[in-house]
């Protein structure tokens, strides 16, 4: 069956633009994260949602990241006045409750 | 808060066994998963711990110690295409919900 997926796979922006990064999950899961991966470093928690629950939003780096599911399937991450320091692989995952996460190709943002 | 430590790089030799540690401070533990990321690729899942003691899979074994909160992966046998990083995510429970943190990975260099 179909994984998770994403779009765009490459996003190249000028500072102070908006991106909008989508994530499909996979049909019938009810958990998503979204995570920032910066070269050669671990994943950074950024956002998670879980069914029809609130959102967990504390690892939003800053107001600028704010994140939406929408009807409990398809997510969008959206970063506002883009920073130099934005520029990182966004990984999306879901899972069915928080049991093993199925991880997204991710879109490699780059911010000049 | 939670905070999970684990080495930044290590090196080992085709054929051999390796053992890459993993230590974690979290509040409500809900298990510890380990995942590979080849370079430029997604995490994959490899095993998920919840009780005290050594889950084998393969080549592959994954030992926790809650009271000590202490993980390791050991790799046996070990092959080129082992040469990848490995990352630590622990699961905790809070308010209603749980939510997988991960750290910031191991990179293993496999020699032949």
């Known amino acids: 069956g179909a994984g998770v997926s994403q779009s765009p796979s490459n996003k190249v922006t000028e500072k102070g633009k908006d991106v909008e990064l989508r994530c499909d999950p996979i049909s019938g899961h009810t958990a998503l994260y979204w995570y920032r991966q910066s070269l050669g470093q671990g994943l950074e928690f950024l956002i998670y949602?879980?069914?029809?629950?609130?959102?967990?939003k504390s690892g939003l780096p800053s107001d600028r990241f704010s994140a939406e599911r929408t009807g409990g399937s398809v997510s969008t991450l959206t970063i506002q006045r883009t920073q130099q320091e934005d520029s990182a692989v966004y990984l999306c995952a879901s899972s069915f409750t928080t049991n093993e996460q199925f991880f997204g190709p991710g879109t490699r943002l780059t911010v000049l | 808060g939670q905070n999970i430590d684990q080495p930044t790089e290590m090196t080992a030799t085709e054929g051999a066994i390796v053992q890459i540690n993993c230590t974690y401070q979290t509040s409500g533990f809900n298990g510890l998963f380990w995942y590979q990321q080849h370079a430029g690729e997604a995490p994959t899942f490899l095993s998920y711990n919840v009780l005290d003691g050594l889950e084998e899979k393969g080549r592959f074994s994954s030992f926790l110690s809650r009271s000590k909160g202490y993980s390791y992966l050991l790799l046996k046998e070990l092959q080129m295409k082992d040469s990848a990083s490995y990352l630590c995510a622990v699961r905790s429970y809070r308010r209603r919900d749980d939510k997988i943190i991960f750290g910031k990975g191991t990179r293993l260099h496999i020699l032949p």
């Open positions: 949602f879980q069914g029809n629950s609130a959102p967990d």
